[in-house]
């Protein structure tokens, strides 16, 4: 069942007051929503930044070495300066050598009771047991919409905009606190060119690849037979050995969700299940993919066939879905 992030923020919270020396294992998501929850966790505890009273044993799920590790132990030395704990967060603890995993066994045995280890891990059974057997695990499903403010929900126009805060935490966070770009971005996709162009813009720029991927929907959706050459020459020409994966999975992606609809509206009566229903409209002048075409998408994934290739097959390919 999900909970919204005040719930479960609220929940941590209390676990950590009631304990001499907290110690959590948490299975939560990306680092967006970690740090969204850490924000959030402090928040209510202390009501006030912390900075001196934290401790990351590492970011980005690198590796957390000996030496790493044993700064905890001159960290935990001294009491808290401004707040009521002592923050000892791991952003990946199942990257610990094993050297850092036997002193963090001892610092852990008997910490001091200000002490409170926060190990964040996509992997619960790769911690080693005898971390586990000290710390009680959390994994947490939470509601993507929680994490967007009443007022930014108010404020939002594009239906597209609306079923993308559904899709994930990290989407709505990205839609929390980016609403005016992305409303702008996508009101602008009026055309094949202009959904191109902001494609293309967006592999230069930090925006996420679900963001992207939504574009390469509607890009997949406006392209016709007599537009294959224009866009493929585009993307040929964006394409270099870094990016060429990533390019081809963004518009897989796109693909999916689109077969994954109009599969569901054409051949079923489950309509809650269509994820984009602002597209119906178009749906319902496509034809329904045949399973081979599905097949062929999913396969792609992990195939080492030509990008350039399979990117051409993928918009031709779904071109002939549209009626004449």
């Given at each position: 069942?999900?909970?919204?992030?005040?719930?479960?923020?609220?929940?941590?919270?209390?676990?950590?007051?009631?304990?001499?020396?907290?110690?959590?294992?948490?299975?939560?998501?990306?680092?967006?929503?970690?740090?969204?929850?850490?924000?959030?966790?402090?928040?209510?505890?202390?009501?006030?930044?912390?900075?001196?009273?934290?401790?990351?044993?590492?970011?980005?799920?690198?590796?957390?070495?000996?030496?790493?590790?044993?700064?905890?132990?001159?960290?935990?030395?001294?009491?808290?300066?401004?707040?009521?704990?002592?923050?000892?967060?791991?952003?990946?603890?199942?990257?610990?050598?094993?050297?850092?995993?036997?002193?963090?066994?001892?610092?852990?045995?008997?910490?001091?009771?200000?002490?409170?280890?926060?190990?964040?891990?996509?992997?619960?059974?790769?911690?080693?047991?005898?971390?586990?057997?000290?710390?009680?695990?959390?994994?947490?499903?939470?509601?993507?919409?929680?994490?967007?403010?009443?007022?930014?929900?108010?404020?939002?126009?594009?239906?597209?905009?609306?079923?993308?805060?559904?899709?994930?935490?990290?989407?709505?966070?990205?839609?929390?606190?980016?609403?005016?770009?992305?409303?702008?971005?996508?009101?602008?996709?009026?055309?094949?060119?202009?959904?191109l162009e902001s494609l293309l813009s967006g592999l230069e720029d930090s925006t996420p690849d679900f963001i992207l991927s939504v574009i390469s929907?509607?890009?997949?959706?406006?392209?016709?037979?007599?537009?294959?050459?224009?866009?493929?020459?585009?993307?040929?020409?964006a394409i270099n050995p870094n990016n060429a994966s990533r390019i081809l999975k963004i518009l897989l992606d796109a693909a999916l969700v689109l077969?994954?609809?109009?599969?569901?509206?054409?051949?079923?009566?489950?309509?809650?299940?269509?994820?984009?229903?602002?597209?119906?409209?178009?749906?319902?002048?496509?034809?329904?993919?045949?399973?081979?075409?599905?097949?062929?998408?999913?396969?792609?994934?992990?195939?080492?066939?030509?990008?350039?290739?399979?990117?051409?097959?993928?918009?031709?390919?779904?071109?002939?879905?549209?009626?004449?």
């Amino acid at each position: 069942m999900k909970e919204t992030l005040a719930e479960f923020t609220n929940r941590v919270a209390k676990f950590v007051d009631s304990q001499s020396a907290a110690r959590l294992i948490i299975k939560i998501g990306s680092n967006v929503v970690k740090e969204r929850f850490l924000k959030s966790l402090i928040a209510v505890i202390e009501k006030k930044e912390i900075y001196y009273d934290t401790i990351w044993l590492n970011q980005n799920g690198e590796s957390i070495n000996v030496s790493k590790a044993r700064s905890v132990e001159k960290f935990l030395a001294y009491s808290p300066s401004v707040a009521k704990h002592k923050y000892v967060i791991a952003d990946e603890i199942a990257n610990a050598s094993r050297e850092a995993v036997a002193t963090l066994l001892k610092i852990t045995e008997e910490p001091p009771k200000y002490a409170v280890f926060v190990f964040f891990t996509d992997f619960p059974s790769r911690v080693i047991s005898t971390i586990r057997s000290r710390f009680t695990t959390l994994s947490v499903e939470l509601d993507p919409l929680s994490f967007v403010s009443i007022d930014v929900l108010e404020r939002i126009t594009n239906p597209l905009i609306g079923s993308l805060i559904k899709n994930s935490p990290e989407a709505a966070i990205y839609v929390d606190e980016h609403l005016e770009r992305l409303e702008k971005m996508l009101n602008g996709l009026k055309d094949v060119k202009s959904t191109l162009e902001s494609l293309l813009s967006g592999l230069e720029d930090s925006t996420p690849d679900f963001i992207l991927s939504v574009i390469s929907e509607q890009l997949l959706l406006s392209v016709k037979e007599k537009d294959i050459p224009y866009v493929f020459q585009k993307l040929r020409h964006a394409i270099n050995p870094n990016n060429a994966s990533r390019i081809l999975k963004i518009l897989l992606d796109a693909a999916l969700v689109l077969i994954g609809d109009i599969v569901t509206l054409k051949k079923t009566a489950y309509w809650k299940g269509i994820k984009r229903r602002s597209y119906i409209p178009i749906y319902l002048e496509m034809n329904a993919p045949k399973v081979e075409f599905t097949d062929w998408v999913l396969k792609m994934y992990d195939a080492n066939a030509n990008r350039d290739l399979s990117i051409f097959l993928l918009i031709s390919r779904f071109t002939l879905l549209k009626r004449k």
